[in-house]
């Protein structure tokens, strides 16, 4: 199994910038892909972004991209989301998780950190 721990979330205002971490533990070697995902209030969990582990590659959201960056340490295991120019809209929990290939579901999924931007 691959454990997920994210943190970092927290309140800010709108225009300013966050960088969540997502430290993965267990058997990191089996997997390909992390992603971010957020859940908003009354809403459906959203992707975000996605970086694997061996090449670096990323990809993201039309609403996120631009504004946010997702990289790795692979070192630590560890993978960042950092959010810049953040809005109101952004005010989730956002959830990282990680998938074994390129085709497969995200099948491990962490506790989630809540960030709030505010107006």
């Known amino acids: 199994q691959v454990q997920l721990v994210e943190s970092g979330g927290g309140l800010v205002q709108a225009g300013g910038s966050l960088r969540l971490s997502c430290a993965a533990s267990?058997?990191?070697?089996?997997?390909?892909?992390m992603g971010w995902f957020r859940q908003a209030p009354g809403k459906e969990r959203e992707f975000v972004g996605a970086i694997s582990w061996n090449r670096g590659t990323t990809y993201y959201s039309d609403s996120v991209k631009g504004r946010f960056t997702i990289s790795r340490d692979n070192a630590k295991n560890t993978v960042y989301l950092q959010m810049n120019s953040l809005r109101p809209e952004d005010t989730a929990v956002y959830y990282c998780?990680?998938?074994?290939?390129?085709?497969?579901?995200?099948?491990?999924w962490g506790q989630g950190t809540q960030v709030t931007v505010t107006s």
């Open positions: 998780a990680s998938k074994e290939t390129v085709v497969s579901a995200y099948n491990y």
């Open positions: 267990g058997r990191t070697f089996s997997s390909y892909e």
